[in-house]
């Protein structure tokens, strides 16, 4: 079942790049 | 956010193309700059291009209008951190610019994943302070590795890994290096991977994904979903492209989803691509959210 919810502001973000 | 700034831009080429008597325009990529290392391209295309569809101008190959364009970190007028996509619509036979016009872009997880941010930011009770430590954030990644873990600082209890391994193997942790701030690794083109989402607070969170500046459900039949929910002190691990509730396509390094045929055109860079996560706190409508929100 689907629940509505509520979000906060931005904590982390985090990045990470690949090489191929 | 984006489709937002994006449909200004659209209003604009639409404007130039209709003075040209034309109605199809071809897209090139959108550079960032190169100490950015950065991969937004896709996303941005995507989204211009839903939007100049929405506005009747078609993205052809053959056409003779072509949109370009770059983008990279500005501050608005008030000093609040954004990003700033700048297009130029280009007649091809001729060279000459017709039209360019500058959107920005103001949502802290879309500017997050079009630039690949690593920081922390502080729930500051000030504004000011917040937005203090976001322009620090975005010019100053920080990114901590340990092994395989990713985070943005040795005491963040949000992290991520990635599972690597080849295409109809098994999948094990890759480790990372940090490199001018920023976490790197490598995946084969022949590999697939998944991204695990770890979350170490004490209440659940919002986890946003972004890879190459498009959203875990861009290809999905639910467009309006935006993120995933990871419960407090636990993890999930995201295989691939959210397509129903049931299925997902697996993250591969060298194309979209397959199956997305409308997307055939949009094609990953051949050397960078880049995962971005965003956290923040999640709660149930009516519950309580954590104190600090």
Partial sequence: ?20 | DLNRALGKLSERIKRAADAEGETAVVLSPFTAPQRMAANGSPGIRKALEAELKRRDVLVKNGARLEVKGDYGEAEDPAGKAVVRIHGRLIDRDSGRSLAEHSVDVDNLTSIAGLVGATMSVPIEPVPADRERAIREGLSRPSAHVSSSRISAGPKSPFAIEILAGPSGGAIRPRTAEVINGQAYLNIRSSERYAIKLINDAPFEVAATLMIDGLGLFAFSEHPEYSYVIIPARSSGVITGWHRTNDEAEEFVVTEYPRSAAAERSLAPSPDLGVITACFAAAWPAGGNPPLDE
């Avoid at chain 1, 629940?3 to 985090?14: H, M, P, Q």
């Fill in chain 1, 1 to 20: 079942a689907e629940v509505e919810r509520k979000t906060g502001r931005l904590r982390a973000a985090i990045s990470v790049r690949y090489t191929k």
